[in-house]
């Protein structure tokens, strides 16, 4: 529960729109990540898995699903079921080898991913191997999936969290650095393209340190026979460990200064480069997130302002990452940290904590192995991304917002139809706030019974306009909520 001295407290704010115009919004910006490792099971992403369909198109009409993350680095494509996997070559110079499992990716999958992607209408980055890979290993599976999704395909990433690579024991830290990575990378992107001369290809998808990306846009113009690189990626987790005592919703609900310097640097390296670029991976707390954090209305204030914020500074598009218990608890080495931290650890939660999709029948059981079932559900994380998809193919207008001491944020949009919309977030935990507006209808209120709620509900129309008070010229937004106006 949040501390008793958190009582409620009133301000007054003003807020105008500037003149011109901000970034244009990709109708696919809304995306989710999940892990390479969730195609070792074909009945995942397939048109049959219809409760996972249904939740995808609630959260976004149009999106893009990221595949890769750490269990990226350690499948093989086995194109024909008598094949065998292939013999690892990485040993480190202290004699160590990277981790011993193994899975497969089948034609079968690649063809049930190609019809959950048609269902949902959404379309995929796919994470090829870069850990172990090489052109030969690489190219056959580049090959069947460019075929097989054809213009489902956003683009092929080629290694995940590079920048950790001699974390993940995959290379040596000594010789490990941006160059190297660049060199390594051309070798499987020259191959790929060279037979699939049309492909696409976006890069380095660091963990954090966007200087990679300073470094290779330096590096690009000496590139011969350039890949054609249509985006630039990073990804971003707000803090962790979940052990972390900084971990808290205080701290989740103030700016964050790690990514708005990931943004600059992001937008420098893409202008020089002259591609897009995108947070393909991220979240609360990393390594699978936080009880009491991560899956409560605080994550959903924070998904929605986080978006906004990329939307604000120019991105494509953004995956918060997520998936079913299993393949994420390999990708994090085994077992979620987090629920070492919990009183109950038999208690209810999503596996992992933060993932903006749940599957109902993981909610009951322990560990990481719930069983699945055909029932999906959005959780406050994914409520967040669902408020901030209302600005998906719109064009942002700046914005003059002074909150009087309230930490509230607030962004607007005008659509293709010409109507302009306002979303101010009231992260602030103690105060609710007025607002002075022209005249203007609520359309979406994002709520929950308290910030530390194990739920959130977007209220539309008349019923989300109900909980509000407004009066001429003003409404009142109480504390720890969301609402999306359109401006008469």
Request: overall charge neutral.
């Amino acid at each position: 529960m949040l501390p008793s001295f958190l009582s409620a407290q009133v301000a007054t704010a003003k807020l105008s729109l500037g003149t011109g115009t901000g970034p244009k919004i990709s109708p696919e910006f809304i995306g989710l990540s999940y892990e390479n490792m969730q195609l070792e099971d074909p009945t995942f992403f397939s048109a049959k898995n219809k409760g996972l369909v249904e939740q995808f198109r609630l959260l976004s009409p149009r999106g893009v699903l990221r595949l890769g993350g750490n269990t990226s680095e350690f499948n093989w494509w086995q194109a024909r079921p008598t094949d065998k996997p292939p013999v690892r070559n990485i040993v480190l110079q202290d004699g160590s080898k990277p981790a011993d499992y193994l899975y497969a990716i089948s034609p079968e999958t690649i063809r049930e991913l190609d019809s959950f992607l048609r269902a949902t209408g959404w379309t995929c980055i796919y994470g090829l191997n870069l850990g172990y890979g090489t052109p030969e290993t690489d190219l056959p599976e580049a090959k069947f999936v460019y075929e097989t999704l054809g213009p489902r395909l956003e683009y092929f990433q080629i290694g995940n969290e590079v920048d950790n690579f001699p974390q993940y024991r995959l290379r040596e830290k000594s010789e490990w650095n941006a160059d190297a990575y660049l060199a390594e990378w051309l070798k499987i992107a020259h191959a790929v393209q060279k037979a699939l001369p049309k492909a696409k290809f976006g890069m380095p998808d660091v963990a954090s340190d966007t200087t990679w990306l300073t470094r290779i846009a330096e590096l690009w113009d000496a590139v011969p026979d350039k890949p054609n690189v249509t985006t630039l990626s990073h990804h971003h987790y707000w803090g962790g460990p979940p052990s972390s005592p900084n971990a808290t919703i205080e701290r989740l609900m103030q700016p964050s200064a790690a990514a708005a310097k990931q943004a600059t640097l992001t937008k420098a390296a893409a202008e020089k480069m002259h591609t897009a670029y995108r947070m393909t991976e991220g979240n609360t707390v990393y390594r699978g997130g936080k009880y009491g954090l991560s899956d409560v209305f605080a994550s959903a204030l924070w998904g929605a302002d986080y978006l906004f914020h990329l939307m604000a500074n120019g991105y494509s598009g953004v995956n918060l990452h997520g998936g079913s218990g299993h393949a994420q608890a390999v990708s994090v080495g085994g077992t979620f940290v987090g629920e070492a931290d919990m009183k109950d650890p038999n208690a209810p939660h999503p596996k992992p904590f933060y993932t903006p999709i749940a599957n109902e029948g993981t909610l009951a059981g322990s560990g990481v192995n719930g069983k699945l079932n055909s029932k999906y559900l959005l959780e406050p994380v994914g409520y967040g991304m669902k408020f901030a998809a209302s600005f998906a193919g719109t064009t942002m207008i700046p914005v003059e917002f002074n909150a009087g001491g309230v930490n509230a944020v607030a962004y607007a949009a005008k659509e293709t139809s010409g109507k302009t919309i306002v979303a101010i977030l009231n992260k602030d935990l103690a105060q609710e706030i007025t607002v002075e507006l022209p005249a203007f209808t609520v359309r979406h209120l994002l709520t929950a019974p308290a910030i530390d709620a194990r739920e959130a509900h977007l209220l539309s129309g008349r019923e989300a306009a109900g909980k509000l008070i407004s009066r001429n010229g003003s409404i009142v937004i109480p504390k720890a909520t969301g609402v999306l106006l359109e401006l008469k």
